[in-house]
């Protein structure tokens, strides 16, 4: 495994392998890998010729009161896994690199719209305009065939999807299922910071959309309002130690609000357990007027 820190001499090792012919496959993380991560990497093993992973905590997807500075880090480890998992480059800019002028000086901007109108995008206002931005330049300095982002963020990889069929990159964006716990919790960077006793708790956002799906599929159930309140009902009752932030229902194409679930939909929720903001979702689609969940 290579790694490279500057983008000239990433552009460089970049363009030799597209005149070579090979197809490239871009898995764009914070670091502080997890299995969630191998299997973005797994995938994109699979797929393509050569597999870029990079690792970028990105200031500009942080709000002034959000987790940039704890966020966690561990390069050596990261470094460990990466080439473990046949990762071909490795790229760690610093934010000089990515961010010439400083974060702060960052004029133009890739605007994720409506997109980011609600869900995290209403909880963090430039949240999405960050990653968008961040991902963009990343297309540029890759220029990958494929890049792949995990269902656990599912409102991320719609947008980032449509970014590049917007802005004509060119770039497959592939989704890849959430990887969870034995228990049904999401893997997150995050998860460390929980207690034990937030630990056991968190377990109740996975049964909260547990319990949407099985409202959905066996109890006939379309009522979003209804069934987000049956979901808060239940963490409020399993978690005491959970603070929800929201738990919305949203329609796939356009990310807005629905009150009736008859198409494709995502029931996503974000929930603090002290200072940890962990989020998952699963998402709705339908087939013949029959719905259908990814993980049934
Ligand atoms: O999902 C993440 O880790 C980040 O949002 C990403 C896509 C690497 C952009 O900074």
Not at 156 to 173: H, P, T, Y
Not at 192 to 213: G, H, M, T
Not at 249 to 262: F, G, H, K, N, Q
Request: aromatic fraction near 6%; include cysteine.
């Amino acid at each position: 495994m290579e790694e490279i820190a500057d983008a000239s001499t990433l552009r460089a090792a970049m363009a030799g392998a597209r005149c070579s012919g090979k197809s490239i496959g871009l898995v764009p993380t914070m670091g502080y890998l997890h299995r969630g991560h191998t299997s973005l990497m797994a995938h994109a093993r699979a797929d393509n010729d050569v597999v870029v992973a990079s690792i970028f905590v990105n200031p500009t997807q942080f709000g002034p009161s959000e987790d940039l500075l704890r966020y966690p880090r561990d390069l050596e480890r990261d470094r460990a896994i990466a080439k473990e998992v046949g990762v071909d480059v490795l790229f760690v800019p610093d934010a000089e690199t990515m961010y010439p002028d400083g974060p702060d000086h960052q004029e133009i901007w890739v605007d994720p719209g409506s997109l980011a109108a609600h869900l995290d995008g209403a909880s963090r206002p430039f949240h999405y305009r960050g990653v968008a931005t961040v991902v963009a330049k990343l297309f540029n300095l890759v220029q990958p065939h494929r890049a792949y982002f995990g269902q656990k963020d599912g409102q991320q990889s719609l947008i980032v999807g449509r970014m590049a069929r917007d802005l004509a990159f060119g770039i497959a964006v592939v989704t890849v299922p959430t990887v969870r716990e034995a228990d049904g919790l999401a893997l997150s960077s995050r998860n460390v910071f929980l207690s034990p006793d937030e630990r056991s708790q968190a377990v109740a956002i996975p049964k909260a959309l547990a319990l949407a799906r099985n409202l959905i599929l066996d109890g006939g159930h379309r009522d979003a309002r209804g069934i987000a309140e049956r979901m808060r009902a239940l963490i409020e009752r399993e978690a005491p130690l959970a603070r929800i932030d929201f738990i919305g229902v949203v329609a796939t194409d356009t990310i807005a609000p629905v009150s009736t679930i008859a198409g494709d939909s995502m029931i996503a929720l974000a929930v603090y357990f002290g200072g940890a903001r962990l989020i998952d979702n699963e998402t709705v689609r339908f087939i013949d007027g029959t719905p259908h969940f990814g993980s049934r």
